[in-house]
T-cell receptor
Framework: KAGVTQTPRYLIKTRGQQVTLSCSPISGHRSVSWYQQTPGQGLQFLFEYFSETQRNKGNFPGRFSGRQFSNSRSEMNVSTLELGDSALYLC????????????FGPGTRLTVT | EDQVTQSPEALRLQEGESSSLNCSYTVSGLRGLFWYRQDPGKGPEFLFTLYSAGEEKEKERLKATLTKKESFLHITAPKPEDSATYLCAVQPLISNFGNEKLTFGTGTRLTIIP
């Protein structure tokens, strides 16, 4: 069974630009969660989508948004990039039902200059 | 607010030297506690889920245990390939459906010296 895939793997953007990251979950998984990982803050929850609806949201500004498509693929968008947005962005998929084991993708390394 | 504290921050062991990693947590009702392994530049790899106090799970040289306040990841006779950062995360019991948010600790960086 193929794992979670994320594209692109690496990205360099300039402050003020916007960026879109993509995540394809494990086949059959309907929930996709997004996390930001930085050396200082560790892994922090951004939001979770299930059946094209945002079900949970973390404490990030509105510049961070996402969506999920009918095939469960998800995208995350960050507008007006700031230097502090440089991080590893991870997505995780799960079945979304009673059992909550989340499986992570390899991440997208975003560098904002 | 849910909190997870992992200790120690870093641990260096000789190959074959057994030890334990600690994860203490504060959560308003626990749905599950998760252990992940993360190698540099990669996403976390799922290891275990523990649901109730007293539960234990094993995988190769790793054994995870759970009490009402903390979890331990015991590593027996480790090998250099066990070197990684081990992350603990909790999921609160808010509803029976619809809460995927995990709160992570900052991890223990484990180095096994040959």
């Amino acid at each position: 069974k193929a794992g979670v895939t994320q594209t692109p793997r690496y990205l360099i953007k300039t402050r003020g630009q916007q960026v879109t990251l993509s995540c394809s979950p494990i086949s059959g998984h309907r929930s996709v969660s997004w996390y930001q990982q930085t050396p200082g803050q560790g892994l922090q929850f951004l939001f979770e989508y299930f059946s094209e609806t945002q079900r949970n949201k973390g404490n990030f500004p509105g510049r961070f948004s996402g969506r999920q498509f009918s095939n469960s693929r998800s995208e995350m968008n960050v507008s007006t990039l700031e230097l502090g947005d440089s991080a590893l962005y991870l997505c995780a998929s799960s079945r979304g039902d009673t059992y909550y084991e989340q499986y992570f993708g390899p991440g997208t390394r975003l560098t904002v200059t | 607010e849910d909190q997870v504290t992992q200790s120690p921050e870093a641990l260096r062991l000789q190959e074959g030297e057994s030890s334990s990693l600690n994860c203490s947590y504060t959560v308003s009702g626990l749905r599950g506690l998760f252990w992940y392994r993360q190698d540099p530049g990669k996403g976390p790899e799922f290891l275990f889920t523990l649901y109730s106090a007293g539960e234990e799970k094993e995988k190769e040289r790793l054994k995870a245990t759970l009490t009402k306040k903390e979890s331990f990841l015991h590593i027996t006779a480790p090998k250099p390939e066990d070197s990684a950062t081990y992350l603990c995360a909790v999921q609160p019991l808010i509803s029976n459906f619809g809460n995927e948010k995990l709160t992570f600790g900052t991890g223990t960086r484990l180095t096994i010296i040959p």
